[in-house]
């Protein structure tokens, strides 16, 4: 990942303000207390145990992380603002006996599929949106497709990614932005007119979030990971 332009100063204050962001989105979360946070430089990783279901996370956790960037975004030039792309897998993670974590295969999943091109394609044509969050396959089919209603499946996008680092199905959602009405899961999309100007820190790959979830156990949720 490139590091923030502008400068030691602006990169500072704008991890800065990505740690605080999710920092203040995890406390407010039920059960965000027992979450795992990895901090990676510009970017985090985080852990969410077993006992916290996947449509939990998607539904609390992105909501209110989309809040606080409103909150923060709100009245700077694009430049001093940020963009986040999360992306949500499942699977189980390594953690040391001090509850730092290690690795694991839904950490590295979660940030190929992070970046794949139509994430960032979705992102560019739509500047208004603040995050862009892409699930895998299952985590869609098993915690959005056939869960909670309240999580908006008509709101993904489905998307075929082929790259060297990431191969498959996967689904993209835009918070910030109405869903749209032609759409659905699969369907198209209204065309979107970017907004001419800089471009915010993470629209650049300045600042990048990648949340994914992996789970340490057969129920769990897990991961948030940038980079």
């Known amino acids: 990942m490139n590091s923030s332009e502008g400068g030691s100063l602006r990169h500072t204050r704008l991890v800065e303000a990505l740690h605080e962001t999710i920092g203040t989105a995890m406390a407010e979360c039920p059960l965000g207390a027992t979450w795992l946070p990895r901090r990676d430089g510009d970017s985090m990783t985080i852990a969410v145990p077993a006992n916290v279901g996947k449509g939990q996370v998607l539904g609390e956790f992105p909501p209110r992380v989309e809040r606080e960037l ?6 700077r030039t694009p430049e001093a603002q940020l963009w986040f792309r999360m992306a949500v897998t499942h699977g189980d993670v390594v953690v040391d006996g001090n509850g730092q974590l290690l690795g694991g295969e839904a950490l590295v999943e979660a940030a190929r599929i992070r970046d794949i091109d139509p994430l960032r394609e979705a992102m560019d044509a739509a500047p208004e949106a603040y995050i862009g969050l892409v699930l895998t396959d299952e985590v869609y089919r098993t915690s959005v497709r056939d869960g909670d209603p ?3 499946p008509n709101a993904y996008h489905r998307v075929e990614a082929k790259s060297k680092s990431y191969q498959g199905t996967a689904w993209i959602r835009l918070l910030g932005i109405a869903p749209p009405r032609n759409g659905g899961p699969g369907g198209p999309r209204e065309p979107r007119t970017p907004t001419p100007g800089p471009r915010p820190a993470s ?6 979030t990648n949340h994914g979830i992996a789970q340490t156990g057969p129920d769990s949720v897990a991961v948030m990971r940038n980079g």
């Not at 409103?70 to 009245?75: D, K």
């Not at 629209?203 to 990048?208: F, K, N």
């Open 70 to 75: 409103q909150r923060y975004n709100s009245g």
């Open 150 to 152: 309240a999580l908006t």
């Open 203 to 208: 629209g650049d790959i300045s600042i990048v």
